[in-house]
Nanobody, 121 residues
Framework: QVQLVESGGGLVQAGGSLRLSCAAS????????LRWFRQAPGKQRELVAG???????SYADSVNARFTISRDNAKNTVYLQMNLLKPEDTAVYYC???????????????WGQGTQVIVSS
């Protein structure tokens, strides 16, 4: 019904930058919250950043002032600009979208497949 496709992951040295993208496609009436999560090996998935439909943003303390989440509603796309990357940012990054598929329907949760980010020291 709705697909989320992430891109932009890769290998980068500590102090470097990456920009993740997540494009939603399929049957979409509107998109409410968009979020980025990450999961490092042996750890639980954690919320990294979120952005509401009105553009309000929030961040985990560990990434605040280094990461910036943004969205392009015309493209149904959410971005995560990651600067000053640290080895502890190494993880698989997943996007999440709360999508209203049909008008007057409740929002449904969808996840991307994940994109690997590796930060070398």
């Amino acid at each position: 019904q709705v697909q989320l496709v992430e891109s932009g992951g890769g290998l980068v040295q500590a102090g470097g930058s990456l920009r993740l993208s997540c494009a939603a496609s399929g049957r979409i009436y509107s998109i409410n919250a968009l979020r980025w999560f990450r999961q490092a090996p042996g750890k639980q998935r954690e919320l990294v950043a979120g952005i509401t439909s009105s553009g309000s943003t929030s961040y985990a303390d560990s990434v605040n002032a280094r990461f910036t989440i943004s969205r392009d509603n015309a493209k149904n796309t959410v971005y995560l600009q990651m600067n000053l990357l640290k080895p502890e940012d190494t993880a698989v990054y997943y996007c999440y979208a709360a999508v209203v598929v049909y008008r007057n329907d409740n929002a449904r949760q969808f996840w991307g497949q994940g994109t690997q980010v590796i930060v070398s020291s």
